[in-house]
């Protein structure tokens, strides 16, 4: 008989300042609404000095633990997806193992694809309890990222960051994954991506978005054959991807979930063998239906919308948003998630929420972690920019949170605010 495994609870670090996304237009000499209706942006998140990817991901791992209730002793790994990591050698894994004092005996590494990197290293958590090889333990994955694109770029109101923190068992309190039924895509392209030594990526937008939905669609075919083949879906009464209760996306920006949507649902229509729509544009019309996407996507981006991108945590910080609002409502039913890294990777999975979930995201305390935020006008904003997370904290930490304070000899030093 196969494990039950999956996502057991989840927890959410953000930085404690942001801009609001007005306030930015304004400042740009720019409509509002090209940044609120045409990214889907609320607000954006600004690190602090010192609030580096190691203190976010250290910060959402111990939320982790003391909101969970989590054994220390009982966990048996520990992975970081990021793509916005500190050093070439030695992984953020290692520094949230130290900071938290978990086990000598597990195992630490950090995963990296772009923004896939959290997915991967999901996957692996989750094979590995399957297989039985986690022989009781727990793993706690961690995506976190700073996503920086510089001041006055097309890029800047896309920016963001935080840290996601899940904790995958054999009691998937949250999300219970269809283990094996995962489809992927990967192609060697140049959308996106960040040479050693810049602190900014080098984007093509355009060409980014194109390679997103075109892995997106063999990722979701991939999947698709293998959930009909397993009868979690069919090709009957409804399309496949709408006997999904909802779908998260990676989520760069929120209306990239939209043109998501839409290639999915087009994925559908065009290999449907009785489909009605007819002509290519009459499908793809169809695929643009506004009512599919209110109801599959639409109420998990609210988190999103209030942080930025988040690049690895940007999918789980949307399934954070979902089962926020909606964990009660979709005890028992199977939802679908789709991961994209340039360069690029897609996977596409899919897990029945917990008849706990709501429970679980309770004690996540979502709202508190919002409100806690400062928000800073456009002065401060530029100022934080040009200092860089890099540059150590000089107050004392926020309680609950980690902050880098010092580096001395190139070592890295945190330390964690009082308590929370």
């Known amino acids: 008989m196969q494990r039950k495994v999956g996502i057991e609870a989840l927890a959410v670090a953000v930085p404690s300042r942001y801009v609001d996304i007005e306030d930015l237009a304004r400042a740009r000499n720019v409509d509002p609404a090209k940044f609120t209706s045409g990214l889907g942006a609320r607000e954006m998140a600004v690190t602090d000095p010192g609030e580096d990817t190691v203190a976010l991901a250290a910060t959402a791992a111990a939320r982790l633990i003391r909101q969970q209730g989590v054994d220390p002793s009982r966990v048996g790994m520990l992975v970081v997806g990021t793509e916005t990591g500190i050093d070439h050698s030695k992984p953020v894994a290692s520094h949230v193992q130290g900071l938290l004092k978990l086990p000598r005996t597990m195992r630490t590494y950090d995963t990296q694809h772009a923004c896939y990197g959290g997915t991967a290293g999901l996957m692996a958590a989750t094979e590995w309890l399957a297989s039985g090889a986690g022989a009781g333990k727990v793993a706690i994955v961690v995506c976190a990222d700073i996503a920086r694109y510089g001041l006055n770029t097309a890029g800047e109101p896309t920016q963001g960051g935080g840290a996601v923190a899940l904790l995958v068992s054999e009691q998937p309190d949250l999300l219970a994954l269809d283990v094996g039924l995962n489809g992927t895509c990967t192609m060697d392209v140049y959308d996106f991506w960040r040479p050693i030594g810049r602190r900014e990526a080098v984007v093509d937008g355009h060409y980014s978005i194109s390679c997103y939905l075109e892995a997106l669609s063999g990722a979701y075919r991939g999947w698709r054959e293998k959930a009909v083949a397993a009868g979690l879906v069919r090709w009957s009464g409804s399309l496949p991807g709408e006997q ?51 109801a599959q996507v639409a109420s998990s981006l609210g988190l999103n919308a209030r942080i930025g991108n988040v690049y690895t945590a940007s999918l789980y910080l949307a399934l954070a948003g979902l089962l926020h609002g909606e964990g009660a409502k979709l005890a028992n039913q199977r939802i679908g998630l789709l991961s994209y890294g340039s360069g690029c990777m897609a996977e596409f999975f899919s897990g029945v929420v917990g008849e706990k979930a709501a429970e679980r995201m309770a004690r996540a305390d979502l709202d508190t972690v919002l409100a ?40 890295r030093l945190y330390a964690e605010g009082g308590a929370a």
Request: a positive charge; proline letters at 8%; glycine letters at 4%.
């Open 372 to 411: 806690r935020r400062e928000r800073v006008p456009i002065e401060e904003y530029e100022r934080l920019m040009k200092l860089g997370s890099d540059a150590p904290e000089t107050k004392a930490p926020p309680p609950g949170a980690f902050r880098l304070t010092e580096i001395r000899d190139h070592k």
């Open 244 to 294: 999904l209760a909802r779908i998260a996306y990676h989520v760069p920006f929120c209306k990239m979930a939209r043109k998501a949507h839409t290639q999915l649902r087009l994925c559908d229509l065009e290999d449907a063998k009785d489909s009605k729509a007819g002509t290519p544009e009459a499908r793809e019309e169809l695929a643009k239906s506004a009512a599919s996407y209110d």
